[in-house]
């Protein structure tokens, strides 16, 4: 299963972005989807997940109201809209698929809960 992230670049702080992944599986639609970020000498952390029927999505406390995942299941796509972004929000941002059994609202949130990950896309936040 490849996974490929688009739409990094290079935001002024308060600006947005759009970052796509795309998924190569044909039962994209039964994938959990996550979202993670790495800054330089960071750990990784979870940013947003999104269920594979589209039921749910989570947050993460420094993202939540600024950031909305979706997903086109028709499309295999899963979106990470990003708005007002801040220079804390500068990363590595990579997409993750968790396949069933599913993890559950807490393990979601941890990246050993997906089993195929992309290479990720960068985020540049100038203040």
């Known amino acids: 299963v490849e996974l490929v992230e688009r739409g990094g670049g290079l935001v002024q702080a308060g600006g947005s972005l759009r970052l796509s992944c795309w998924v190569s599986?044909?039962?994209?639609?039964?994938?959990?989807m996550g979202w993670f970020r790495q800054a330089t000498g960071k750990e990784r952390e979870f940013v947003a997940n999104?269920?594979?029927?589209?039921?749910?999505?989570y947050y993460s406390d420094s993202v939540k109201g600024r950031f909305t995942i979706s997903r086109d299941n028709a499309a295999n796509t899963v979106y990470l809209q990003m708005n007002n972004l801040q220079p804390e929000d500068a990363a590595n941002y990579y997409c993750?698929?968790?396949?069933?059994?599913?993890?559950?609202?807490?393990?979601?949130?941890?990246?050993?809960?997906?089993?195929?990950w992309g290479q990720g896309t960068q985020v540049t936040v100038s203040s």
């Open positions: 993750a698929a968790d396949v069933p059994p599913y993890c559950s609202a807490d393990s979601c949130k941890h990246g050993f809960s997906y089993e195929y």
């Open positions: 599986a044909r039962t994209f639609y039964a994938y959990h």
């Open positions: 999104i269920a594979y029927n589209d039921e749910f999505a």
